[in-house]
């Protein structure tokens, strides 16, 4: 839930930032359209960061899952790898890991998966 909250706080403090400084530049007045513009093309920029940010965080949690059912069970298949390597929901994901944390086999570890 870590990587999850770290994220979260990342795109509110963006979010919020360009909130604030559209307010501004709003109230200010004429250079509205030239500013509304900048910051689309911002916004626009940081929807690019943001998404790759999501993408990091759920490649970390991905190989945290993989990593702890390798040294949990030694191998792991082929159809739970790409399961997992599929999955984009970071939620979902770090309750995968703690699953995979506690899971008595990687027969009740697919099970979860579907």
Partial sequence: MLILSKFKLCVADIEQERIAEAVTHV???????????TIRR???????AIGVAKGKAE????GEIRATL????KEVPQDI???IQSMTD????????VHAET????????????
Avoid: P, T, Y
């Fill in 27 to 37: 109230i200010k007045g004429k250079k509205g359209i030239e500013m509304a513009e």
């Fill in 42 to 48: 911002g916004v626009f920029s940081e929807g690019i």
């Fill in 59 to 62: 490649a970390e949690v991905i």
């Fill in 70 to 73: 390798k040294q949990r069970f």
């Fill in 81 to 83: 790898k790409e399961a």
């Fill in 90 to 97: 970071l939620v979902a994901l770090e309750s995968l890991l």
């Fill in 103 to 114: 899971c008595k086999s990687l027969d009740e570890f697919g099970e979860a998966l579907k």
